[in-house]
């Protein structure tokens, strides 16, 4: 078991490895590097950069430097804790992302939450109706839901928000606490303000989560263990929630992982619409800016992510699933 | 003769999909005596398991008892008719397992991989009786001593799929006499077992039976077994019971052109050696497609024409307890519809 799990995490370090090569070396793909586009930047400003003045500029962040080099410095310091500067905001990068990284895995996760309960319990309930009316319904709503795109959701819901229920919309904080350090008030702002960004973000993933479960628990249902359970008495609901349901749950553990990359990844646009304080809009600006410490800082850090969570994915699997603990004991 | 504990009437059990209807039990009758043994013996895909599964209404949709009676006789000589209950029904639930223990064709997939077997065990004691943890955990380890699984205190916190088939077949058959039922289901308990394993399972049920004056439903397409455990044997093809009878006469005078056909596929080894196995002719018609009349007559070596391919035949009474279902003997048949 102690073998299983320290192999895990090693496979999991070279995983990291790897994405920030990769992360770099995708960041460093466009035609150009941070100064061309800040020139252009000013050029359009009406602003002139000496060719003496980019130089300095390139020599000072080592853009004139062979990529590996660029990497290698790169990353030596992040081992020390050190992310660069953000070139753009002419801040360390960790100053820029600040509190950024947390709001983000507060509502992806809170997203996330929402998008099991609303979709669990549906898909449990098209399954065992299946092809009833409400089925049907489900099925509707649910393609409906896939193909109408989460930003305009996002505008339309504020639209209802604002005008009918005066909810409290845009943004992750009340201006009073935008700014201010964290206390209990802004904690509890926060959560005043969470839902709405939380169900848009969620919708999407819902749709695709109550069709998954919806064929995952049919198969299941069709198993001669649920017919046993009836055969001994069991009550219907029983039946169905203890057997069938647990086996259909299963595959979902492996999934955590994915998740998080998945929520930022599809929610720049619904952050910037929402305008949220995440990660999301920051990597948009920083790839278009091609600041490349702090887009690569923030690739890397969803990478992490993505590995910390496969690896509680995997803890969990262990946890809930008899045959995989059981083929680790031999 | 004792009044039977379980009595089946013209049983009739459709499944309706949008493709068509599934006549999987259409019209069977069949009498289980206390202590007994049925057995009811047929090709797959006759109707046997749709049968048993219709006696405890858990019949997969989109199939349904359509009609006829399914009389349990209780300890207090009251009658029930299954058949009349909503599936649903706390009254239903109670008869599976309390009264009725189903054993399944396959141990394979009929225990869940999730849950230790010492777990599905104690839901099935805890079910029927009001008891503790403790003693229902107590009543489980008990049971799988009963169907002699080695190291019971060990093994009831096993995972299914850390026992051999045969282990399981035994698990099963101690989740379905959990609640000390007074009827065993065993629908082709052993069809999935190596031989060994078979006659363990026979010997096994056999003993229980003794013990307990069990009844015993025993489903199979094999002769042999019902030369060997049965008393009474119901003889099913495509969902009707064509002859039914004591277990001597069946063998010895069989009345049924598919029951004798039936017996002289059976390899015997009293068989001229290297002579060929005799099988049934043609093949079990399309589900959706069954033939009008006999259900036989299509394969039937004797079959009248103009007679068996129009009319359904009706039940004759041979003696008082054989009864065929053929126009070769007594009463001309009733013509259908
Ligand atoms: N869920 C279902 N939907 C539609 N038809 C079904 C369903 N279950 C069974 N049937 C049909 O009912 C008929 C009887 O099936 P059943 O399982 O009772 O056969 P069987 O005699 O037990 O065969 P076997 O020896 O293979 O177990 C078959 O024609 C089958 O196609
Ligand atoms: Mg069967």
């Known amino acids: 078991m102690l073998a299983y799990i320290l192999r895990r995490l090693w496979l999991g370090l070279v995983t990291v490895v790897a994405i920030s090569i990769v992360s770099f070396v995708i960041i460093q793909l466009p035609p150009g590097d941070f100064v061309d586009a800040y020139i252009s930047n000013l050029s359009a400003s009406g602003s002139m950069v000496s060719q003496q003045e980019a130089q300095s500029l390139r020599q000072q962040y080592g853009l004139d430097r062979p990529v590996w080099v660029q990497y290698g410095k790169w990353m030596t310091k992040v081992i020390q804790g050190d992310f660069g500067m953000s070139m753009e905001w002419g801040r360390p990068v960790t100053e820029v992302i600040g509190d950024r990284l947390w709001l983000t895995i507060v509502v992806s996760i809170a997203a996330i939450i929402l998008t099991w309960g609303i979709a669990l319990p549906i898909g449990i309930f098209s399954a065992v109706r299946q092809y009833s009316i409400p089925d049907y319904a489900f099925t509707f709503v649910g393609f409906a839901g896939l193909a109408v795109p989460n930003f305009l959701l996002a505008l339309i819901i504020m639209y209802f928000g604002f005008t009918l229920f005066d909810l409290k919309i845009g943004g992750l904080f009340s201006a009073e606490y935008q700014l201010a350090p964290w206390s209990y008030g802004k904690v509890g702002d926060l959560i005043a303000h969470l839902p709405l960004p939380a169900l848009v973000l969620s919708l999407a993933g819902t749709a695709q989560l109550i069709r998954i479960m919806r064929a995952n628990l049919l198969d299941e249902l069709r198993r001669p263990y649920v017919t046993t359970a009836r055969a001994r008495g069991l009550a219907e609901w029983r039946v169905v929630l203890k057997y069938p349901v647990r086996a259909a749950l299963n595959p979902f553990a492996s999934t955590i992982g994915y998740l998080l990359p998945f929520v930022v990844s599809g929610s720049i646009v619904v952050s910037l619409v929402l305008s949220l304080p995440t990660v999301g809009p920051l990597l948009l600006r920083a790839l278009i800016a091609q600041d490349m410490f702090l887009a690569g800082t923030i690739v890397l850090l969803l990478g992490v992510l993505t590995v910390i969570g496969t690896f509680l994915s995997d803890l969990i699997l262990m946890w809930i699933d008899p045959r995989i603990r059981a083929g680790m004991h031999e | ?337």
């Open chain 2, 1 to 337: 003769m004792a009044d039977p504990i379980l009595s089946v009437r013209d049983l009739v059990t459709y499944f309706r999909p949008e493709e068509g209807v599934v006549r999987a039990v259409d019209g069977a009758s069949f009498d289980l005596y206390p202590g007994g043994t049925l057995g009811i013996v047929g090709e797959s895909g006759c109707g046997k398991s749709v049968t048993a599964r219709s006696i405890l209404r858990i019949v997969d949709r989109p199939g349904e008892v359509e009609s006829g009676e399914i009389l349990l006789r209780r300890d207090d000589g009251g009658i029930v008719d299954l058949a009349k209950i909503d599936p649903r029904r706390r009254e239903m639930r109670a008869i599976r397992g309390g009264d009725i223990g189903y054993v399944f064709q396959e141990p394979m997939s009929s225990l869940s991989a999730f849950y230790t077997i010492g777990n599905q065990l104690m839901e099935a004691v805890r079910l029927h009786r009001a008891v503790t943890t403790k003693e229902a955990r107590q009543r489980a380890v008990e049971l799988l001593q009963l169907v002699g699984i080695p190291r019971p205190e060990q093994r009831v916190d096993a995972y299914s799929f850390e026992l051999s088939g045969g282990l399981r077949q035994r698990v099963m058959i101690a989740l379905a006499l959990a609640a000390e039922p007074r009827i065993l289901i065993a629908d082709e308990p052993t069809t999935a077992l190596d031989v060994t394993t078979q006659a363990q399972i026979l010997d096994l049920i056999r003993r229980i039976q003794d013990e307990r004056r069990l009844a015993v439903i025993l489903i199979t397409h094999d002769m042999g077994v019902i030369a060997e455990m049965a008393d009474t044997v119901a003889v099913m093809y495509l969902g009707k019971v064509v002859e039914s009878g004591p277990v001597d006469a069946i063998f010895h005078a069989p009345r049924h052109p598919y029951t004798q056909a039936l017996l002289r596929s059976i390899p015997s080894v009293l068989a001229e050696p290297r002579s060929r196995l005799a099988t049934i002719a043609g093949s079990i018609p399309h589900p959706y497609a069954r033939p009008e009349g006999c259900p036989f007559h299509p394969r039937c070596a004797r079959s009248i024409a103009g007679v068996c391919d129009r009319t359904v035949p009706v039940v004759t009474k041979l003696d008082e307890r054989h009864e065929v279902r053929c126009v070769l003997y007594g009463r001309p048949a009733e013509a259908a519809e």
